[in-house]
Antibody, heavy 115, light 107 residues
Framework: EVQLLESGGGLVKPGGSLRLSCAAS????????MIWVRQAPGKGLEWVAS????????HYADSVRGRFTISRDNSYMSLSLYMTYLRAEDTALYYC????????WGQGALVTVSS | DIQMTQSPSAMSASVGDRVTITCRAS??????LAWFQQKPGTVPQRLIY???NLDNGVPSRFSGSGSGTDFTLTISSLQPEDFATYYC?????????FGQGTKLEIK
């Protein structure tokens, strides 16, 4: 069974940093592209970032480019999102998902940016 | 970036109705479009990929069509469990982009 489990969410002040992690199981992680999608409270889905199987290709939404970094460790079947210079508008539930057109999603990690 | 515009943003319908949701891309995306369903408090579920390919386990009352800039998601006969919010996603050009969502409510 495919499972994706996010961790690392929490409350952070504007300008601060936070690292999200996603632990994968139930599939061959190293053969799957992975993405992060976020959803602000009561709002729609926003594609955030993607990373290819071997980390060769990474892409970011304009809203986070230069502030967020996506990475992965295939040995540990883990996906990460390092977020810096956080803003109030980054407040959202962050989902880790498998594949560029995601077929499996985690339950999400809540990030709240507030002073 | 490619902008995805869904219409309507919200709608109400009755069980048994035929419903169509549209998604328009700001530039051509061939058939690189997917549809997702999200019920309150739950994780999004992929319904359709490649504009018209139904995911395993998705009821056949769901169908997708379109190519280029205009796409539709059709539910042939609404069931109670179909009341949810639907999103399109273009996966033609990075950064990928979602539509703003269509909330389907019970009339």
């Amino acid at each position: 069974e495919v499972q994706l489990l996010e961790s690392g969410g929490g409350l952070v002040k504007p300008g601060g940093s936070l690292r999200l992690s996603c632990a994968a199981s139930g599939f061959i992680f190293g053969t799957s592209n992975m993405i992060w999608v976020r959803q602000a409270p009561g709002k729609g889905l926003e594609w955030v970032a993607s990373i290819s199987r071997g980390s060769d290709y990474v892409h970011y939404a304009d809203s986070v480019r230069g502030r967020f970094t996506i990475s992965r460790d295939n040995s540990y079947m883990s996906l990460s999102l390092y977020m810096t210079y956080l803003r109030a508008e980054d407040t959202a539930l962050y989902y880790c998902a498998r594949d560029l057109v995601p077929d499996y999603w985690g339950q999400g990690a809540l990030v709240t940016v507030s002073s | 970036d490619i902008q995805m515009t869904q219409s309507p943003s919200a709608m109400s319908a009755s069980v048994g109705d035929r419903v169509t949701i549209t998604c328009r891309a700001s530039q051509g995306i061939s058939n690189f479009l997917a549809w997702f369903q999200q019920k309150p408090g739950t994780v999004p579920q992929r319904l359709i990929y490649g504009a018209s390919n139904l995911d395993n386990g998705v009821p056949s009352r769901f169908s997708g069509s379109g190519s280029g800039t205009d796409f539709t998601l059709t539910i042939s006969s609404l069931q109670p469990e179909d009341f949810a919010t639907y999103y399109c996603l273009q996966h033609h050009t990075f950064p990928y982009t979602f539509g703003q969502g269509t909330k389907l409510e019970i009339k």
